[in-house]
């Protein structure tokens, strides 16, 4: 049963507009999620955080957003630009056990030029 | 340059052929994980390492062993590999076994047994 869920396996963008990738978590244990972006041929790197006590965290064209009553973050990326295009991971890190981090499944984005 | 390094990149190997995964850190960090990557199930833990001498099983860990004898080094042993082992692998680490710290990781090994 998967805890940490990104129901979207792609999305596809225009260059310049808006992209917003989903995630759902069921562990009410949860209390930080961090988004990873990964292109083909290399490993996860690390795009932003939050934490539980905040609602939102914006660093540059992305941005994430926590509803913590629904148990949901978004991930937005404004404009878009065909670089953002790879894999973007939602994981969330349970308060009891440290660096622990549970992934999403991963949704591919695409941004057209 | 800060980086995770993982070897050999890809690796096909027969079943039940012993094989070590390397994973090396030149960062101090004190924390060391191991996760598995495979189609619609995103990347799952097998392993962890809090510091030197500690590790402990993660989601995955049936199948698998590692190792913590010196703070850079991490390596994934797969005693006798099966055709579920393959799949794409990542070695991370972060700075300390806290909250609130990036994680980084290397560019992934993908093994393939048959």
């Known amino acids: 049963d998967q805890q940490v869920k990104q129901n979207s396996p792609s999305l596809s963008v225009q260059e310049g507009r808006i992209s917003i990738l989903n995630c759902d978590y069921t562990?009410?244990?949860?209390?930080?999620f961090l988004w990873y972006k990964k292109y083909p041929a290399e490993g996860p790197t690390f795009l932003i955080s939050i934490s539980s006590i905040k609602d939102k965290n914006e660093d540059g064209r992305f941005t994430v957003f926590l509803n913590k009553s629904a148990k949901h973050l978004s991930l937005h990326i404004v404009p878009s630009q065909p670089g953002d295009s790879a894999v973007y991971f939602c994981?969330?890190?349970?308060?009891?056990?440290?660096?622990?981090?549970?992934f999403g499944a991963g949704t591919i984005l695409r941004v057209k030029s | 340059e800060a980086q995770v390094t993982q070897n050999p990149r890809y690796l096909i190997t027969v079943t039940g052929k012993k094989l070590t995964v390397t994973c090396s850190q030149n960062m101090n960090h004190e924390y060391m994980s191991w996760y598995r990557q495979d189609p619609g199930l995103g990347l799952r833990q097998i392993y962890y390492s809090m510091n030197v001498e500690v590790t402990d099983k993660g989601d995955v860990p049936e199948g698998y062993k590692v190792s913590r004898k010196e703070k850079r080094n991490f390596p994934l042993i797969l005693e006798s590999p099966s055709p579920n082992q393959t799949s794409l692998y990542f070695c991370?680490?972060?700075?300390?076994?806290?909250?609130?710290?990036?994680?980084?990781f290397g560019q992934g090994t993908r093994l393939t047994v048959v």
């Open positions: 994981a969330a890190s349970p308060m009891e056990y440290g660096n622990k981090l549970v």
């Open positions: 991370a680490s972060s700075l300390y076994p806290g909250r609130n710290t990036e994680a980084f």
């Open positions: 562990n009410s244990m949860f209390d930080y």
